[in-house]
């Protein structure tokens, strides 16, 4: 208590007229009882003067429920949007999730091994969560982990490949809505078994021989973007690193000295090698179920970081071995994380989420007209697909809700969701933004974008951009503009986006 409150609070009680002491410094008893019963009365008057203030908690303390469920795909299901088919499942794909309860609405955040939801689906996975747990489907905070041998859902697109009987395919629909009732009714079910969440933990570890970017610099200074997620060109792996995030970031939530969930965020694209038919959730899988392992009563989630131009390739050669060393080498950096966290007193959350109005890329190939000429018997099904993502997109934007940039803010920590395969640059800003805070960035949420590059990557020539892509260019500042809004609570003073270098 300052001075000046100790002083207010002392004329409040009574001075003895001779000393000027307050009159509870006084030792009879008459005069004692009676400044302790105004010292009451005052105490009560100025906890109800006390301002409702962002994280004060409303209608009870706070509360955890923890969920999963199995979302892995038939054999015969369309793999990262239609690229190939499941011929076998080499491990099960699951959907992962929380729910932080007791300050205003339910909010839920829940990560899933699938390659991205997109537009229509996305929308339904938010319905049907929400119901589930009581909430606005706004308040759902979803990602995928983008795992190439999984499913990519859009279900506009599957629908526009069906009406005009084409042989690409981009997810079953029964399936689809078969999966997302699943995950529902998990949600619906942990209501049943909260617990009492009185902190959040924060704990970071540098992760060592996983994340190279695409970019690298040749010796004679010419730039180039083949770097992906496995390589053998001996230029590509022996150039640096380029520009990563090099932490995995551990958001943890803890009733008491007792941990209830963990979530690691690290911005790589989570693929070893793929496109053999089979069913994974490939090395992140992997070292998220050896943590889950180990720590068995902690609930264990793992979510991509923002990583469209963030690949495993300097240290990956595609070899199947490679697989397990690079979930050795993610386990170990969350369990570096773990060993770092921090616990911090935590009282309510705030949640925050802004509009991102983007424009549909017009480039040759990618207009409204280009994406209909591809919808032919005679094109390639992947390029039937890829068209029908497109045209799915566009019809978002004339028709649809804008996508949006949520953010569950707890104070010493926020968790924030960007759309589609954003490039780290903005992962970067988003840490620029809140340098006091501890901020957890996940990338992949609505899918619908495709890449989200800088403007630099455009200008550039960024190979990768010949499809996938579907935002035109000055997207950087007005993504970054609404990370901005949703990031920085009222009144602070977020550093200036103007660029995501």
Request: glycine share 10%.
């Amino acid at each position: 208590m300052g001075a000046a409150r100790r002083g207010w609070l002392g004329d409040y009680l009574g001075r003895d007229a001779s000393t000027g002491s307050p009159l509870w410094c006084k030792h009879s008893v008459r005069d004692t009882m009676a400044a302790m019963g105004r010292l009451i009365l005052a105490l009560i008057l100025c906890l109800a003067a006390v301002p409702e203030v962002g994280f004060a908690t409303q209608g009870g303390a706070l509360r955890l429920a923890v969920f999963t469920a199995d979302v892995t795909p038939p054999i015969g299901h369309g793999m990262m949007g239609g690229s190939w088919l499941a011929k076998s499942i080499n491990d099960p794909l699951e959907a992962n999730g929380l729910i932080v309860l007791g300050d205003g609405q339910p909010v839920v955040f829940v990560s899933v091994d699938w390659c991205e939801i997109r537009n229509k689906a996305f929308m339904r996975w938010q319905e049907v969560l929400a119901q589930a747990v009581g909430t606005t489907p706004e308040r759902v905070l979803l990602t995928t982990i983008h795992q190439h041998d999984a499913p990519v859902a859009d279900l506009e697109a599957e629908q526009i490949l069906r009406s005009r009987k084409l042989a690409g395919t981009v997810c079953d629909l029964d399936f689809h809505e078969r999966a997302v009732q699943a995950v529902g009714r998990a949600a619906a079910a942990s209501l049943s078994a909260t617990q009492p969440l009185t902190h959040v933990g924060t704990g970071q570890a540098r992760v060592e021989r996983i994340a190279s970017n695409r970019r690298y610099t040749l010796p004679d200074g010419s730039v180039r973007f083949d770097r992906m997620s496995s390589t053998r060109n001996p230029a590509a792996i022996a150039a640096d690193e380029g520009l990563i995030d090099p932490f995995l970031k551990t958001l943890s939530f803890w009733s008491g000295e007792v941990p209830l969930a963990a979530v690691s965020f690290y911005a790589v694209h989570p693929m070893s090698y793929y496109g053999q038919g089979e069913v994974s959730a490939d090395f992140p899988g992997i070292a998220r179920r050896m943590r889950q392992q180990e720590t068995p009563a902690v609930k264990q989630i793992y979510a991509t970081g923002c990583s469209g131009n963030i690949v495993a390739g300097k240290y990956n050669t595609g070899a199947r071995e490679n697989r397990t060393e690079l979930a050795q080498r993610l386990h170990d950096g969350m369990a570096a994380a773990w060993h770092d966290t921090r616990r911090h007193p935590i009282e309510g959350y705030q949640f925050r989420s802004a509009a991102l109005r983007i424009e549909p890329r017009s480039d040759p190939g990618f207009t409204a007209d280009g994406l209909e000429h591809a919808l032919r018997d005679e094109t390639d099904p992947f390029r039937q697909c890829l068209a029908a993502m497109g045209l799915s997109w566009r019809r978002r934007l004339a028709s649809g809700p804008p996508i949006r940039i949520p953010v569950l803010d707890l104070g010493v920590a926020q968790l924030a969701v960007l759309p589609g395969e954003a490039y780290v640059e903005f992962q970067l800003a988003a840490q620029r933004m809140r340098p006091d805070s501890f901020v957890c960035v996940a990338g992949y949420g609505d899918g619908a974008t495709g890449y989200i590059p800088t403007e630099q990557h455009f200008a550039e020539g960024d190979a990768n951009l010949g499809d996938w892509c579907w935002v035109a260019r000055g997207s950087q500042s007005r993504l970054l503009d609404a990370l901005s809004e949703a990031l920085v609570a009222s009144g602070g003073k977020p550093q200036s986006p103007a660029d995501a270098r």
